[in-house]
Antibody
Framework: EVQLVESGGGLVQSGGSLRLSCAAS????????MNWVRQAPGKGLEWVSY????????YYADSVKGRFTISRDNAKASLYLQMNSLRAEDTAVYYC??????????WGQGTLVTVSS | DIQMTQSPSTLSASVGDRVTITCRAS??????LAWYQQKPGKAPKLLIY???SLESGVPSRFSGSGSGTEFTLTISSLQPDDFATYYC????????FGQGTKVDIK
């Protein structure tokens, strides 16, 4: 069974940093592309960042480009999101998502990031 | 960027009703469209992919149709477990979601 478990969320001041982690199990992690998707409280879903299986191709949404860095450690079956220069509008639940044939097929339970101003 | 627009934003219905949600893309996305169901406090769940293909384990009362820029999600007979928020999402170029349609009890 595919399992994705996010951690690292919490309360941080505006301008601060936070690093999210996602522990994957139940599949060959290195064979799958991964995404981060976020959802602000009471709002819709927003794609944040993509990383290929080998980590050599990376994309970001314009809203986080230059502030967030996605990475992965295939030996540890883990995905990361380093978030710097955080803003109030980054407050959201952040989901780790496995990509299969471009589909956002498997989602973690999410971790809440709250940025206080 | 491709924009996705869903309608309606909220839909009130009764158990047994036939429910239709519409999604429009700002440019052609062929059939690269998915539908997700989300319940409060939970992660989204994939229902439909490639506009009309049913994800494994999803009840057959859910169906999708459309191509290009116009798409629909239909629930043939609404069940108590179906009261939730539904999102369309394009995956032709990166990933963009519609704003969601909340299906609540009439």
């Amino acid at each position: 069974e595919v399992q994705l478990v996010e951690s690292g969320g919490g309360l941080v001041q505006s301008g601060g940093s936070l690093r999210l982690s996602c522990a994957a199990s139940g599949f060959t992690f290195s064979s799958f592309e991964m995404n981060w998707v976020r959802q602000a409280p009471g709002k819709g879903l927003e794609w944040v960042s993509y990383i290929s299986g080998g980590g050599d191709t990376i994309y970001y949404a314009d809203s986080v480009k230059g502030r967030f860095t996605i990475s992965r450690d295939n030996a540890k079956a883990s995905l990361y999101l380093q978030m710097n220069s955080l803003r109030a509008e980054d407050t959201a639940v952040y989901y780790c998502v496995r990509v299969a044939s471009q589909l956002l097929q498997n989602w973690g339970q999410g971790t809440l990031v709250t940025v206080s101003s | 960027d491709i924009q996705m627009t869903q309608s309606p934003s909220t839909l009130s219905a009764s158990v047994g009703d036939r429910v239709t949600i519409t999604c429009r893309a700002s440019q052609s996305i062929s059939s690269w469209l998915a539908w997700y169901q989300q319940k409060p406090g939970k992660a989204p769940k994939l229902l439909i992919y490639k506009a009309s293909s049913l994800e494994s384990g999803v009840p057959s009362r859910f169906s999708g149709s459309g191509s290009g820029t116009e798409f629909t999600l239909t629930i043939s007979s609404l069940q108590p477990d179906d009261f939730a928020t539904y999102y369309c999402q394009q995956y032709s170029t990166f990933w963009t979601f519609g704003q969601g349609t909340k299906v609540d009890i009439k």
